[in-house]
């Protein structure tokens, strides 16, 4: 019992969205492959701190625990990523590391780990990310699709809003009204639709205002940090090259 | 007169669709959800959805194929009418998620590509890579988002449905709901409720399904009176990897696109796999069923890997029940289109499926029962009355359930891709149905009733929020839930002996003993998540009861319910005579056994444990036959029930009175 193999977190925390943060360690017992998520079901169900404390379940977001809902993205040994797929294996240098779990910075703190990312949502009211149609149940056949499009348009459909660009952007902060990536990048992915084009000019109005594209400032975290490979910066680059375009065009058209 | 409102519990397909098709005929919606609709369990949905579709026509399939397949891979235990209206609006729902713009795969001349699944002969499946019921959830995400910068819909994200409300004539008036950060609990009116809540996974402490999927808004609706049906048929599928959290499933899609089930041949062999030589591994499936090959029905698939696993001890992992599921021989275009999921065993296992065959094992994976609900059946086409307000509908007036939530269109198993069809076709219709009901809704709308009936309801949700919060007992509610899961997946999953079952139904007791003791280690009214949890347990345990039971008193073998005690003996060897009298004995006792069991499961909620009763099945459409899908062996059965079918046809001609 006393050699059984344990994992070592230090988790951030924070009861309430206005009082102080703290820091709280806890030890769990060690299982192969597990992740974070089955680290954080296990402090809930031990209800200790490492120190032998009482201590209240760590709150946190999670739901599918696969890494396609993007509910537990989170601040890891400093780096952003979702807790289901963190692997305590791939965390460790050696067995006696210590993990730090931290709630992501870009995001009021709910409590714990768990924050409010209700603004990305907002977000994607403001670029218009949907198709147009005019009624769902029609009987007009859809329109041909090529498989280039689909190519393009897939990778940005798995955007799963996780925060994890907007966490690793420089350009978001407070005195930066910058949407972020992913907004954009939902932006962009049905410019090229056969409904979905319908709204272009709208897409790139909302593009070009206050906190737009033009607030990129091209450092590039935002692809690397990922977890999808959502090809954020092409298109960052796409809707750069459509406005300019646009905003040509509406020159010679006043 | 005060505006009418429409409460949608849930955001899952099935949610999203409803509310969508409700805003579009004019409806104002308020939407509750416990995750942001865009995080809902639907997002794992991976493999595809089914339609007839251009492709599969020109080789001879049609939509009374896809319902054909489906009711018998459901074993029969469908309402034949919602199944059938389903299966033919298939190709329309598909070609809307394509116009919604859903990124399915295409083919070069810019259509739909397509794969095949489970239960099929045909290619009917469309898809985008392996993670479908992400594209599908997002693409109505889009649409309903776009209907609340209309106006017409209010997103409650980060709520609780806690209860219907339902007045002294039984009719439903609107929902309790609580907010998960302030914990603020609030009556909400309603004209006409929906339940779309999805599955009840977390009953069996791991499965494939998300941590919200506990079952626990279903609970609340049956403790309020609604029936719940057909709740002993569980999913288990055949191909998932086990993990300490959940267990992650590798979708059938891997199978459709051509990836293969073996064992080695001889016991034992722990060679790496690439080393087994191909004439010393057993491709069991393909052997037993050549015709549907590693794409027989899941229930089927699930009994063969157990089988060769525990009968046959050839199981590639001492720990577990595992077999090989190889994809690295396929090219490697067509592992692109199964990258979604390929990353998931390379995430999560550390291993690279395309070139190491993957070790896969059965895990609990959907709830094919649910909460009751009815429907219209249109004489003429033999479908439903489109726009009855019966469709969707509970036993309580105005409320109504959809999705994995209800229990219509699957019955004693699901086929593979089966699922995002019922989901969203469930939704769409339940849209018409709830416009019909308010159109005549009985005795004024749910703001002109008495206040004191939502004061009264919310009021008794509080103290019962009171009560848990302030339970201090010795019992942890994680521990509890883990000795829950543990019991249901020994007892009630693959193979089920009553025996067990009666093991576990005096376990489930035991626990809801010590649920009465349970410790909250959180007493804060901001974010409880450790009260929501021990909440859901409480309404876990109720709907174990339910399942448990349902599984004890069936005593048959039907689609996912599996019961060796209770098998028909298939016919063994020996010379032609004895296998015919030995396959005549067989269909007798398949009649016998159609007879006295193909009938719905219906639970009651009563506080000592639920009261069973049976409902009649509609089968009008495709009478109940044999579900050998060509199984090496069964051929004498198929014989011997083609004969007495035809002869029992004869006799009904004969009796018949000339000239009739
Ligand atoms: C891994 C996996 C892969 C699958 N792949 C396929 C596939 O390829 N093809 C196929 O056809 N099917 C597939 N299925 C099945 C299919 O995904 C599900 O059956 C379907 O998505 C269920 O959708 P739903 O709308 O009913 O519910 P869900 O998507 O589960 O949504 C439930 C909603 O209800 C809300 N909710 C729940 N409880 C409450 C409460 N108390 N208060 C408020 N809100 C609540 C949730 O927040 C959520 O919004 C798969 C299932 C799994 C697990
Ligand atoms: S829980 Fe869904 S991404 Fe981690």
């Known amino acids: 019992m006393a050699h059984e193999r344990t994992v070592k977190l230090r988790v951030k925390r924070q009861d309430t969205p206005g009082s102080p943060s703290y820091w709280q360690e806890f030890e769990v ?98 670029v218009r990310a949907w198709v147009p149609v005019d009624n769902s149940v029609d009987d007009t056949p859809p329109p041909l699709m090529s498989q280039k499009v689909q190519e393009q348009g897939y990778p940005l459909q798995r955007c799963m809003t996780c925060g994890c660009c907007v966490e690793a952007c420089p350009q978001v902060n407070e005195h930066n009204a910058f949407i972020g990536p992913a907004a954009i990048g939902q932006a962009m992915l049905y410019q090229k639709h056969g409904i979905g084009q319908n709204l272009a000019e709208e897409r790139l109005e909302a593009l070009r205002d206050t906190g737009g594209v033009a607030g990129c400032g091209n450092a590039q975290n935002c692809v690397k940090v990922c977890p999808k490979g959502v090809p954020l910066t092409d298109a960052i680059a796409r809707a750069n090259r459509q406005l300019t375009i646009y905003s040509l065009r509406r020159w010679f058209d006043r | 007169m005060a505006q009418q409102r429409v409460i949608v519990v849930g955001g899952g397909l099935a949610g999203l669709a409803a509310t969508m098709r409700l805003a579009e005929l004019g409806r104002h919606v308020d939407l509750i959800s416990m995750v942001p609709v865009k995080r809902s369990h639907s997002v794992c949905a991976q493999g595809g959805i089914n339609a007839v579709n251009s492709l599969t026509r020109l080789q001879g ?70 993670t479908t019921g992400q594209q599908l959830l997002y693409a109505l995400d889009e649409q309903v988002r776009r209907w609340e910068v209309e106006g017409k819909v209010k997103k409650y994200e980060f709520w609780e449905f806690l209860g219907p409300i339902v007045d002294g004539k039984g009719i439903c008036r609107g929902a309790v709901a609580q907010d998960m950060f302030s914990m603020e609990i609030r009556a909400f009116p309603g004209d006409a409720v929906v339940l779309a809540t999805g599955g009840c996974g977390m009953i069996f402490g791991k499965s494939t399904m998300s941590m919200i999927c506990t079952g626990g808004a279903a609970a609340r609706a049956f403790k309020a009176g609604v029936k719940y049906a057909n709740g002993e048929f569980i999913q288990v599928h055949p191909t998932a990897i086990p993990g300490s959290d959940k267990h992650r499933l590798m979708s059938e899609s891997a199978r459709g696109e051509g990836g293969r089930v073996w064992v080695p041949r001889r016991k034992g062999d722990d060679r790496d796999p690439r080393q087994i030589p191909m004439e010393e591994r057993w491709y069991f499936l393909e052997e037993r069923y050549p015709k549907y090959g590693n794409l027989v029905p899941r229930d089927i698939a699930t009994r063969e890997i157990f089988n060769v696993c525990v009968n046959e001890g050839l199981s590639v992992d001492p720990n577990e029940y595992c077999v090989y599921l190889d994809v690295t021989e396929l090219p490697s275009t067509t592992q692109h289109k199964l990258e979604g999921i390929l990353e998931i065993y390379e995430k999560f296992r550390g291993l690279d499926p395309r070139v190491m065959p993957m070790k896969i094992f059965p895990a609990v994976h959907y709830s094919m029962g649910g909460l009751w609900c009815d429907f219209e059946k249109d004489p003429h086409t033999g479908g439903l009355v489109l726009d009855s307000p019966r469709n969707q509908m509970t036993n309580i007036p105005g409320l109504y359930v959809i999705g994995e939530a209800d229990y219509q269109y699957h019955g004693a198993n699901r086929l593979g891709a089966n699922s995002l069809l019922s989901c969203i076709f469930a939704g769409l219709i339940v849209g018409p149905a709830i416009d019909s009901w308010l159109n005549a809704l009985p005795a004024g709308s749910a703001a002109a009733q008495p206040s004191s009936l939502f004061e009264g309801e919310a009021a008794r949700h ?67 998540q450790n009260l929501s949890f021990t909440r859901a347990l409480g309404d876990m345990l109720i709907m174990a009861r339910v399942i448990a039971r349902g599984a ?109």
């Open chain 2, 61 to 130: 399939d049609s939509e009374w194929k896809h319902f054909d397949d489906s009711v018998y891979g459901g074993d029969f235990l469908q309402n034949q009418p919602p199944v059938k209206e389903m299966c033919e609006w298939g190709p329309r729902i598909v070609d809307m998620m394509d116009r919604l713009g859903v990124m399915f795969n295409r083919t070069p001349e810019g259509k739909r590509d397509q794969r095949r699944f489970g239960g099929t002969l045909y290619k009917r499946t469309a898809f985008a890579g392996a």
């Open chain 2, 462 to 528: 509080k103290e019962q929020y009171e009560q848990l919060i302030n339970s201090k007992g010795d019992q942890n509610p994680y521990l509890l839930h883990r000795e829950l899961g543990q019991t249901m997946t020994k007892n009630v999953t693959v193979v089920r002996y009553n025996q067990g079952i009666e093991e576990t139904l005096a376990k489930i007791d035991e626990l809801a003993e010590r649920y009465k003791r349970v410790a909250i280690a959180d007493t804060s009214n901001w974010t409880n």
């Open chain 1, 29 to 126: 017992p060690y299982e192969p492959q597990m992740n974070i998520t089955t680290c954080l079901q296990l402090i809930a169900a031990h209800g200790r701190t490492a120190q032998g404390q009482q201590a209240a379940p760590v709150a946190y977001d999670a739901n599918c625990l696969e890494e396609v809902c993007g509910s537990c993205t989170m601040l890891i040994n400093g780096r952003v990523r979702q807790a289901c797929s963190a692997l305590v294996d791939d965390l460790l240098s050696t067995p006696d590391d210590v993990i730090t779990l931290e709630p992501m910075t870009k995001f009021p703190v709910v409590r714990d780990l768990f924050v409010d990312r209700s603004r990305m949502f907002e977000h994607l009211k403001r």
């Open chain 2, 552 to 660: 004890l008193l069936r005593n048959e073998c039907r689609g996912a319910h599996y019961k060796p005690d209770y098998a028909i003996p298939a016919p063994k060897g020996g010379d032609p005579e004895t296998v015919r009298t030995e396959a005549v004995r067989w269909v007798q006792a398949f009649r016998k056994q159609t007879q006295e069991w193909l009938k719905t499961t219906i639970a009651e909620y009563t506080p000592d444990g639920p009261k069973i009763s049976y409902e009649q099945v509609d089968t009008s459409l495709i009478p109940p036959r044999p579900r050998t899908y060509g199984l090496v062996g069964a051929e004498i059965i198929e014989q011997v029930w083609r004969d007495t079918q035809s002869a029992d046809e004869k006799a009904a001609q004969q009796a018949q009175p000339a000239g009739a």
